[in-house]
């Protein structure tokens, strides 16, 4: 039984302190931390009510490596997991080396003053981690996370090679509010309007923001939708990892009503993220337009429809072609019924407790940096069926 201090109290941290809950053979004791503590509150009182169980709470200002280092020393926790920003990533590795603790995360660092998804600040900690005996595992959220164990499970059962991956990101859901994000604002909109990126035979290539698309006939239900190629940081270590590939592309599905509003903002500037001065202040206007949107924790009670990602992968087993299609399919009102969540905040939460489960479990360990697709994924490929993110693999 292990002992988890779970720093991050959004959506997504809400789901994670849930999953935890539910799982007490595994998490016998949880504290959830965050820079608001009436938010941290708010969910221990609804997993209480929920399960019975009792999260301890407190306050951390996750960019403070020693606030951080003197709530994991007076904690002891046996791994941290960190459902933070991005930006905040390589202050909490330096605390949990610091401490002595396993790390988890769901996204890579990305520095505050440039939109930029990249691994070489975290896979920079490698020799650190190894030298201390502590893993730290890399964006085990849905994707990247499930997305690239789906990649390790077909390689490892359905094709000898994998040529071309595409991974397609499907929400179909409606929150009836004119204009809003299903996580942080601030990190989708950098993520939207940041150029898009795709590999292919051994280099990257570079397009406009959104200026690929393509339609794709979604299942169970879903039906057809018009999909944006983007950048997405599960590729950079899929591309080092996958036999064989010669392509690799990430697409994600945007409404009409959402791209309109989004280039409407972008036209003004208030997706700018570099500092302006209004009324003798410094602000930066993203961060001001997230103050105005809706919190996605919020949306849960609000959000009907489905989720669909999956991983498309062509490629030859036993020297024949052969393409496969392995996708997760959640519904949003399913997902508010369990744990008050909507289906975004839900596909990331749930596979960052199915890591910490492999990790305080011994079913996956060493020492140093992974991403997902290195370690064996049929015991997390087992956990999402049975947590609550059930799979299907369609051969096309």
């Not at 920003?85 to 202050?91: C, G, N, T, V």
């Not at 896979?123 to 164990?149: H, I």
Request: aromatic residues 10%; proline residues 5%.
């Amino acid at each position: 039984m292990a002992r988890v201090l779970i720093i991050g109290a959004g959506g997504v941290g809400g789901v994670v302190v849930h999953k935890c809950a539910q799982v007490p053979s595994v998490f016998s004791e949880i504290m959830l931390a965050s820079r608001t503590k009436s938010k941290c509150d708010a969910i221990a009182a609804d997993v209480k009510a929920r399960t019975g169980r009792t999260i301890e709470t407190a306050r951390v200002d996750a960019d403070n490596v020693p606030e951080l280092v003197a709530l994991i020393r007076a904690y002891k926790p046996d791994m941290v997991l960190n459902i933070a920003l991005p930006y905040q990533d390589l202050a909490i590795m330096d605390a949990c080396l610091e401490t002595g603790v396993h790390y988890l995360d769901t996204a890579n660092y990305e520095p505050l003053d440039e939109a930029k998804f990249e691994y070489k600040w975290q896979w920079a900690y490698q020799e650190r981690f190894e030298k201390a005996g502590l893993m730290a595992l890399l964006g085990s959220g849905f994707d990247p996370g499930v997305t690239n164990v789906f990649c390790a499970y077909v390689m490892k059962h359905l094709l000898d090679e994998v040529h071309v991956l595409d991974i397609i990101d499907c929400n179909a859901g409606d929150h009836g509010h004119p204009f809003a994000t299903n996580f942080n604002p601030e990190i989708n909109i950098r993520e939207v309007t940041a150029r898009g990126r795709y590999w292919e035979r051994g280099e990257w290539v570079e397009t406009d923001p959104l200026s690929w698309s393509m339609n794709y006939d979604f299942p169970d239900g879903i039906g057809p939708k018009k999909c944006f190629l983007m950048y997405h940081e599960e590729l950079e270590s899929l591309v080092l990892n996958l036999k064989g590939l010669k392509r690799a592309r990430f697409w994600m599905t945007f409404s009409d009503n959402y791209l309109n509003h989004l280039k409407v903002l972008e036209n003004v500037g208030m997706t700018r993220i570099d500092e302006v001065e209004h009324d003798g202040k410094k602000i930066v206007p993203i961060q001001f337009l997230r103050a105005l949107l809706p919190d996605p924790a919020s949306l849960g009670p609000r959000t009907k429809g489905k989720t669909c990602i999956g991983c498309l992968m062509q490629g030859v087993k036993d020297g024949k072609p052969k393409t496969v299609y392995i996708y997760n399919v959640c519904d949003h009102q399913e997902c508010y019924r369990e744990v008050g969540s909507q289906a975004i905040s839900y596909t990331t939460g749930v596979p960052a407790m199915i890591g910490a489960m492999m990790m305080v479990t011994g079913k996956w360990s060493g020492k140093g940096v992974y991403n997902m697709e290195q370690l064996d994924p049929d015991p997390f490929m087992d956990a999402l069926n049975k947590h609550g993110l059930p799979w299907v693999v369609v051969e096309k």
